[in-house]
């Protein structure tokens, strides 16, 4: 079945810093691929996407790639701040022909250092 | 504010009760979406509704839990006899059920959750 595997955390980085958060899928089909984000005490929220494979999302610096040939949609941010701290979800939906639940990763928390 | 609603926002239960949360979703949306989310665990899809129809639950949603949306808009779930196992963050999510814009068919906004506690 679908699934998404992401990089173990916490990670901990000092203000500036670049960051690399891993995520691999496996899906039949072709999915469309999130990156989640979830503040302390907040809700979830989309914070990048991309729907076929070479797609770039990207907001607020953050971007991901979604890579078919080697499953990944990989998120990078060129320099940190302390307010990118929070639990970060890789997921996949599997696509417009389907009622499109989403499936999560297990999150990734990202503390960042002043 | 139009986002996505749950109510209670915490709720804490002992061992046996029943317990019931309810999500209204961003008006017009006509998917509905409720999920669960454990501690260090990212949410896992329990069941979807297109308008009032239940079209899909997950073998997470036991005999115990069952969700209703009468009217095609808000939504109820409810846990019979809790399990301390049940304690989890319950998440609901909406989404348009089509292409509006720049938002996609299966893009899913997502309420702020109901934490349950079963002591």
């Known amino acids: 079945g679908n699934s998404v595997t992401q990089m173990e955390g916490p990670v901990t980085l000092s203000e500036e810093a670049f960051l690399t958060i891993n995520c691999t899928y496996t899906a039949t089909g072709y999915p469309s691929l999130f990156w989640y984000v979830q503040y302390p005490g907040e809700g979830l929220q989309l914070l990048l996407k991309?729907?076929?494979?070479?797609d770039k999302g990207s907001n607020k610096g953050f971007e991901a790639t979604y890579r078919k040939e080697t499953t990944s949609f990989h998120l990078e941010k060129g320099s940190v701040q302390v307010s990118d701290s929070a639990v970060y979800f890789c997921a996949l939906s599997s696509g417009y022909s389907s009622a499109s639940k989403i499936i999560f990763g297990s999150g990734t928390r990202l503390s960042i250092r002043p | 504010d139009t986002g996505v609603s749950q109510n209670p926002r915490h709720k804490i239960t002992k061992r046996g009760q029943n317990v019931t949360f309810r999500c209204d979703p961003i008006s017009e949306h006509n998917r509905l979406y409720w999920y669960r989310q454990t501690l260090g665990q990212g949410p896992e899809f329990l069941t979807y509704f297109q308008n009032e129809a239940q079209l899909e639950k997950s073998r997470l949603l036991s005999d115990r839990f069952s969700a209703e949306r009468p009217k095609g808009s808000f939504s109820t779930l409810e846990i019979q006899r809790t399990e301390q196992g049940d304690s989890a963050m319950y998440l609901c999510?909406?989404?348009?059920?089509?292409?509006?814009?720049?938002?996609?068919?299966?893009?899913?906004?997502f309420g702020p959750g109901t934490r349950l506690t079963v002591l």
């Open positions: 991309a729907t076929k494979a070479d």
């Open positions: 999510a909406s989404s348009p059920g089509g292409r509006s814009g720049r938002v996609t068919y299966n893009e899913q906004f």
